[in-house]
């Protein structure tokens, strides 16, 4: 199942267009060599801090989770595997959850850790920051004994849902003795954590690099093979081409250099490029269409937008192939729930033209039906590009379009707090497990302004509300399967917000690096197991 | 007679006859860029990424996106010239007026307006720029007012200049005791002869704004609906690798633009101000 | 010497001199406290303008919806006193050389411009120093092969220079040193992995100085060509020449030292601009300085920050031109405290 899903993921972006992508499967070969420093960058900028307790983005997720580490993880073949918890186990009435802690775990100052630092990060941390979107029927956590904690939920909770909320990103456990009776936000650890991960924080050099180094009392026996891990900053992809090239970075993770440097790269056979270990963290563009302008009160309208657009275009052009049109709010990668049995809203612009015609928005005699503002998020360049296209063929359909394309502040501002748009390009990063990541796009109560990320268009549809809350207390994995398929079919139809396409992150790496992309959200993985071949 | 011996004075210098005539062909470009490029040239006309030559449908090549560079440039030499004559026009307008009522008043006044003057050339002139476009937005407008704000205070002390040596001669003074108010003597009498230098300064400046919208437009910060020349500088940056043109022609039309400001500039300066001719 | 000898006036000495600049010294000391709050009042203000505050742009970037916190920052940031208090307690806090807290680096403001003032000022001074010395240079060899070959190749050279933007010099010759011929790093200041050793860092400097240097030095020529016409005219060197000085001596001792002085001023007018041209270069070339902090500050709305390097920007102008009046005097000793 794995290496099927890998394999058309495979075979969708890299070897459809072209590029070389590695001969062998899992990047590793032989047994591990110990020892070395591995040099490893990514695709974005520093963080504002080491750790961020509400998780900040995926540039502070890339620099904590090499310290800190969560109760459970995902493995490539879509199973659950403890990390700091050895084991869960849900009660008959799937209400409480009873988890076996790790036990031997030692935080990198020396002191155990122990049931209370889970209940405190699970408690102040995961419930007030991190994962509190997903904790929303959580009514506590106790410690009957030194190495049980149990969670209580107010409702019935699947057993994927609770697994998949363990493997969050940025769900750690923190110590308790750092934390407890400080703001964690503020807390001056954050910039130099004291954590249980196979790494321990060095040095923190600004506006360069993170040095990490080994921790000899990590709980893994073996783990970390390296000595050091550097994780280095450059501000620019031509920069990281050129470091990679000369062999300073060994691993660039989320898209490290421009798509033409790729096939050059690769092509000298020292790097291979792959597409996997972002399963978890699958990231689209999507448009959206603000539900205030009644403009958009008729689907049609909504999905008028959706059909005067060539995703195949944007795939192509903007992306130099390294998407995929999208067509569910879940994306194709997601095995557990994605489904292509959805309603189509592909490139069509005669069809856009009818349906327009049709709700009652012909054209005027400017030639222009009615003008919208569109705003293209501007924290990632090709959104700018994109925007231009999408203008240009809702205009080819008659829809005047002003474009604006602000920056990221100006423009989580715009889109998240004030609405000021009509039509907005964003982008998301979903897991597998669609409450609340996905859902809380087109549930009411995702629409809550000044928080972003969440349900900007305004859409709220009574039904679609009732089958989010039966999806989140469904325990039966096949009837939850076809509640999610159902809430796919209604997205698909209602054309809110739907991806345009489904964006495939690439890891740069050099052949020298065993044991990487072997985590199906590998920017946030611990990177214990990474080891350089000479 | 004046004009004539004005426009002589002026197309005895060579560059300045090149760079005026070259000058009238961007504008006529920008004039008539409708006509050549009726469509959008934002709109995406044919493959990414098309060297110059390739196709000749599309003889300076595509960019990433596919759009016909050609028609960017003759569209954006629209949105550059005009953002250069607005910014200047803007520069123009506080600068004399500032310059005249400092020079005209003096005392106080004066003093006052070169504190601010010299505040304004504190202040390092491009930082002030693109703080005002992020702060205030990335509309055509917002820019063309950063630049004006910026540029204003090297007319302005020549403007004082020229009126601190002209307001007691004797056709002022003649005025002035004819009643005439201030604000005559200043529009009508003094003005005019303090503007050939003046003049030569603000076609200066309408070069330097080129050159700062350029810098804002290429750092990202430019409006996203104009086919201005440093966006596209800007958009080609990441295919330096691949497909340089994309970056160098735009910057050689703003070079070329920019060099011929330049020379007609000097070539008013000689026909302005004759005594300073050999400078 | 025999230039200040013919000199129009006696040249002040030793002490007097001495006296003199400590003088001038206090007196442009004493102008420039009502320009710095000037500065600083018109950057507050501008910031005041901006639609929402930066608090609304920090919590939405740092995803943080709590009201609690929300309101605790708002009282770090004092953003609950009225817009003449904040202002007030910023300009206190400025005479304490406190900036503020930047978030975005979780350090005070004044440490995070000083972290990367070193890279900038490296690149400002070898600029600076490129194009004097090819402005100098160019200048002297085109006015003394005045209506030449040299003299246009030189004029032209500058013409092309001038009109450039810096930022496409740098791209181009990126392509051309970099890309195509490999001779050169595309951007950075050191090796990535390296140690800061000189002769790297020397390797990542030809290129960002040139393109930000190369447009002063097309200045610089221009201006030094037609004040060495200029000077050469003068009434003293003519002296100089009729008692049988060689030309080149003349042209050294007489008319170099005098011409020299246009160059100064524009350098110390153009402090700014210098600065300023720098963000737009480091942006290029990923230099690690000032202005790519001021780029990512803007861009993520730090506006402390931002702030933080207008005041000390236009700190550094202003001591540029106290310098230059300071050489000035040095070099021309004709002029006294205006």
Redesign the interface.
């Known amino acids: 199942m794995t290496i099927k899903v890998s394999r058309r993921v495979f075979s969708a972006g890299i070897l459809a267009t072209g590029v070389v992508g590695t001969s062998r499967g899992s990047f590793a070969q032989g047994t591990p060599k110990r020892g070395g420093t591995l040099?490893a960058t990514w695709g974005g900028?520093e963080p504002?801090?080491c750790y961020?307790p509400?998780?900040?983005?995926s540039s502070p997720t890339f620099s904590s989770s090499k310290l800190f580490e969560r109760l459970a993880r995902r493995k490539m073949d879509g199973a659950f595997e403890g990390v700091l918890a050895e084991s869960w186990k849900p009660s008959a009435d799937f209400k409480t959850y009873t988890v076996k802690i790790r036990k031997g775990v030692k935080f990198h100052d020396g002191k155990d850790m122990t049931v209370d630092d889970v209940v405190y990060s699970v408690s102040e941390i995961w419930k007030?920051?991190a994962v509190a979107s997903a904790l929303t029927d959580f009514a506590g956590i106790d410690s009957p004994d030194a190495d049980t904690v149990v969670f209580k939920y107010s409702n019935p909770t699947p057993e994927f849902f609770f697994a998949s909320t363990l493997c969050s990103p940025v769900a750690y456990i923190l110590p308790k003795h750092i934390y407890a009776g400080s703001?964690p936000?503020t807390n001056p650890a954050?910039?130099a954590p004291i954590a249980t991960g196979p790494w321990k924080f060095k040095e923190w050099v600004?506006?360069?690099h993170f040095e990490y180094v080994k921790n000899e009392n990590y709980w893994k026996k073996d783990e970390p093979y390296l000595d050091r891990l550097?994780i280095?900053y450059?501000?620019?992809?031509?920069?990281r081409a050129?470091?990679m090239e000369?062999g300073?970075?060994h691993i660039g993770v989320f898209n490290p250099v421009?798509p033409?440097?790729i096939k050059?790269l690769t092509g000298t056979g020292k790097f291979v490029a792959t597409p996997k270990g972002y399963e978890e963290a699958v990231w689209s563009t999507t448009l959206e269409c603000n539900m205030r302008n009644p403009v958009f009160a008729k689907r049609e309208v909504r999905q008028a937008m959706f059909h005067a657009v060539n995703r195949e275009f944007i795939a192509k052009?903007?992306y130099y192939g390294y998407a995929r049109p999208g067509t569910s709010p879940i994306y194709s990668p997601n095995k557990e729930f994605f489904t292509a049995d959805t309603f189509k809203t592909g490139f069509d612009p005669k069809k856009a033209a009818a349906l327009l015609d049709a709700a009652g928005f012909p054209k005027k005699a400017d030639g222009k039906r009615f003008t919208l503002n569109l705003l293209?998020a501007?924290w990632f360049?090709e959104n700018?590009?994109v925007?231009?296209?999408v203008?240009?063929a809702l205009?080819d359909v008659g829809v005047g379009i002003?474009?604006?394309?602000?920056?990221?502040?100006?423009s989580?501002?715009r889109i998240?707090?004030d609405y000021d748009f009509d039509l907005a390009i964003s982008n998301q990063a979903n897991p597998s497990e669609p409450v609340p990541s996905t859902t809380q796009y087109f549930t009411t109560d995702g629409i809550?302004k000044?928080?972003?990320?969440r349900n900007a268009s305004g859409y709220s549809n009574p039904d679609v509300d009732k089958l989010v809350a039966s999806i989140k207390v469904e325990t039966d994995p096949a009837k939850r399967k076809a509640l999610v398929f159902e809430f796919q079919k209604i997205i698909t139809q209602e054309a809110p917000l739907l991806p345009l396409v489904e964006l495939e992150s690439i890891t740069l790496a050099s052949t020298k690096v065993q044991n990487h992309s072997n985590d199906p959200n590998f920017l946030a993985a611990s990177w214990g197991d990474l080891w350089l071949a000479s | 007679m004046q004009r004539f011996e004005f426009l002589g004075r002026f197309a005895r210098n060579r560059g300045a006859l090149v760079g005026a005539c070259l000058i009238l062909l961007v504008a006529l470009m920008a004039a008539f860029a409708s006509v050549f490029f009726p469509t959008d040239p934002l709109r995406i006309v044919g493959l990414p990424e098309l060297w110059p030559g390739e196709d000749p449908e599309f003889p300076l090549g595509t960019d990433s996106l596919g759009r016909d560079i050609l028609s960017m440039i003759v569209h954006g030499a629209r949105a550059t010239l005009l953002i250069g004559l607005f910014a200047s026009a803007v520069a123009t307008i506080i600068g004399v007026g500032v310059g005249a009522i400092a020079g005209y008043f003096g005392g106080w006044v004066d003093e006052i307006a070169m504190r601010a003057a010299e505040l304004f050339q504190t202040i390092p002139n491009l930082i002030f720029v693109l703080t005002i476009v992020v702060i205030l937005g990335s509309t055509l407008t917002n820019i063309v007012i950063a630049i004006g704000i910026v540029s204003w205070t090297p007319i302005a002390r020549m403007t004082r200049a020229e009126f601190l040596s002209l307001r007691d001669r004797e056709f002022v003074q003649a005025c002035r005791s004819m009643g005439m108010s201030d604000f005559r003597i200043i529009v009508s009498e003094i003005l005019p002869n303090a503007l050939p230098p003046v003049i030569v300064l603000s076609s200066l400046v309408v070069a330097g704004a080129i050159l700062f919208e350029s810098a804002v437009s290429f750092l990202g910060l430019g409006d996203p609906n104009v086919a201005s020349w440093g966006r596209l500088v800007g958009d080609g940056r990441q295919l330096i690798r691949s497909s340089w043109y994309i970056c160098a022609i735009p910057g050689i039309a703003i070079m070329i633009t920019v060099l011929c400001l330049n020379l007609v500039g000097d070539g008013l300066n000689d026909a302005l101000n004759p005594k300073l001719r050999d400078r | 010497m025999a230039g200040e000898l013919a000199s129009p006036t006696p040249a002040l000495r030793g002490s007097a001199r001495r006296t003199a600049a400590l003088r001038l010294l206090r007196r442009r000391l004493i102008q420039a406290v009502p320009l710095m709050l000037g500065v600083v009042i018109i950057n507050f203000c501008l910031i005041q303008m901006a639609p929402g505050s930066f608090l609304e742009l920090m919590t939405a970037e740092n995803q943080v919806s709590d009201p609690a916190t929300v309101a605790l920052l708002r009282k770090t940031y004092g953003l609950d006193d009225p817009v003449w208090m904040q202002l007030l307690k910023y300009i206190w806090a400025l005479l304490h050389f406190d900036f503020g807290f930047s978030y975005r680096q979780n350090m005070p403001v004044i440490q995070a411009i000083w972290i990367h003032l070193p890279a900038t000022i490296l690149l400002m001074v070898s600029s600076i120093a490129l194009a004097i010395s090819i402005g100098v240079a160019a200048g002297v060899v085109a006015s003394m092969k005045v209506r030449t070959f040299w003299d246009s190749l030189v004029s032209i050279a500058a013409m092309f220079f001038y009109a450039a933007p810096s930022f496409w010099l740098g791209i181009m010759m990126i392509v051309l040193f970099s890309v195509k011929l490999g001779w050169l790093p595309v951007g950075g200041m050191m090796k990535i992995g390296g140690n800061g050793g000189v002769l790297d860092i020397l390797h990542h400097l030809i290129l960002p100085t040139l393109a930000l240097g190369l447009f002063y030095a097309a200045i610089y020529t221009r201006v030094m060509r037609s004040s060495m016409l200029e000077v050469a005219q003068l009434d003293f060197v003519r002296t100089a020449r009729a008692k049988g000085l060689s030309r080149n001596k003349v042209t050294i001792h007489h008319v170099l030292r005098n011409a020299l002085l246009p160059v100064v001023t524009i350098l110390g007018v153009q402090m700014g601009t210098v600065l300023a041209g720098s963000v737009v270069i480091e942006s290029v070339f990923s230099w690690p300085g000032v202005g790519s902090l001021l780029f990512d500050s803007v861009s993520s709305r730090n506006y402390p920050v931002v702030l933080g390097i207008m005041v000390l920007g236009s700190l550094v102008v202003i001591a540029a031109n106290i310098a230059v009046d300071l050489i000035y005097m040095w070099l021309d000793p004709r002029i006294e405290i205006r």
């Open positions: 040099v900028g504002q801090a961020v509400a998780g900040g983005g007030k920051y703001d936000v954050n910039n600004r506006g360069s550097i280095r450059v501000r620019d992809p031509a920069g050129a470091a000369a300073d970075i421009a033409p440097d050059r052009t903007v293209s501007g360049q700018g590009k925007g231009a296209y203008k240009q205009e002003n474009l604006t394309v602000p920056d990221r502040p100006s989580i501002k998240y707090t809550l000044g928080v972003p990320f």
